[in-house]
């Protein structure tokens, strides 16, 4: 089944083109790859499906419903969207650095009433990245990079979501916190069920952590393929592995 469709999206920044007829689609359960350059348009296609930019052209369905419109059409706020079940760990991470780590995952939880269901999910965060556990109390800025990642991953899955956005998990991380960072994604996909949708500046992990895998260029998707085909591509080998 699909879970998320793109259907020809364009997003311009004043008279900057960052995206020009985007399709894609991410079926349901699987770890999807979006590869590119810088500046290519990655995080503005991941902002546009939460509704953090708006559409000039296309549509954004979710789960078979409409979520984003041009901009003169109505749409979901992002909140609304969150609440459908759709969580973004953006680029940078974005953690509330002076907040201590329990406090950051509170935050994710916004849209949870019940506080015994918060108090469940945090220790269920807790056990499934143990420094967290270890460090609830400590403010976030005390915490390594690749802690606070893990951080934002967690607060991103206090909604519960459906579909989890990354924005280049394993940006300015040491190799091995980026390949424990991408176990846990797979984990994440393959035990909670949570599909995963990822952009990724390291196109040789992502690409073998996921089903399937675009390429935007300049704001265009020019290939698309299973993840292991795009691996043994030339013209991807050339362009982002460095072959
Ligand atoms: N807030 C903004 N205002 C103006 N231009 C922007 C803004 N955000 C991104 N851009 C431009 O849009 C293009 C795509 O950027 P971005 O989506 O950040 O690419 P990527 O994530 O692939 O590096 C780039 O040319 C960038 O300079
Ligand atoms: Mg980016």
Redesign the pocket.
């Known amino acids: 089944m699909e879970k998320l469709r793109i259907n020809n999206i364009s997003v311009s ?2 008279s ?1 083109r ?1 995206l020009s007829d985007v399709s894609m689609s991410v079926a349901e359960g699987d770890i999807v790859a979006l590869i ?10 991941l ?1 546009a499906i939460v509704g953090l930019v708006p559409l000039q052209n296309g549509e954004i369905d979710f789960e078979g419903e409409k979520i984003c419109l041009p901009k003169h059409h109505q749409k979901l706020s992002t909140d609304l969207i969150v609440r459908k079940g759709i969580a973004l760990v953006p ?1 940078g991470r974005h953690v509330f650095a002076d907040m201590t780590v329990e406090e950051n995952l509170d935050m994710g939880a916004f849209m949870i009433r019940d506080q015994s269901v918060i108090e469940k999910r945090k220790e269920e965060m807790y056990d499934f990245f143990p420094i967290l556990g270890a460090r609830k109390k400590q403010k976030t800025r005390s915490l390594s990079g690749g802690e606070q990642q893990m951080m934002a991953i967690a607060r991103a899955l206090m909604s519960n979501p459906k579909l989890l956005l990354l ?1 280049e998990p394993g940006l300015g991380l040491a190799p091995l916190i980026v390949q424990d960072i991408f176990n846990k994604i797979k984990i994440i996909n393959e035990e909670n069920k949570v599909t995963v949708f990822l ?1 990724e500046q390291n196109a040789r992990l992502a690409l073998r952590t996921s089903d399937y895998g675009y390429v ?1 260029e300049n ?1 265009r998707i020019v290939l698309e393929d299973k993840g292991e085909n795009l691996l043994n591509n030339e013209k991807v080998q050339k362009a982002y592995l460095g072959a």
């Open positions: 920044y004043g900057i960052a590119g350059a810088n500046g290519a348009g990655k995080s503005t296609l902002n680029e924005d952009v935007l704001g």
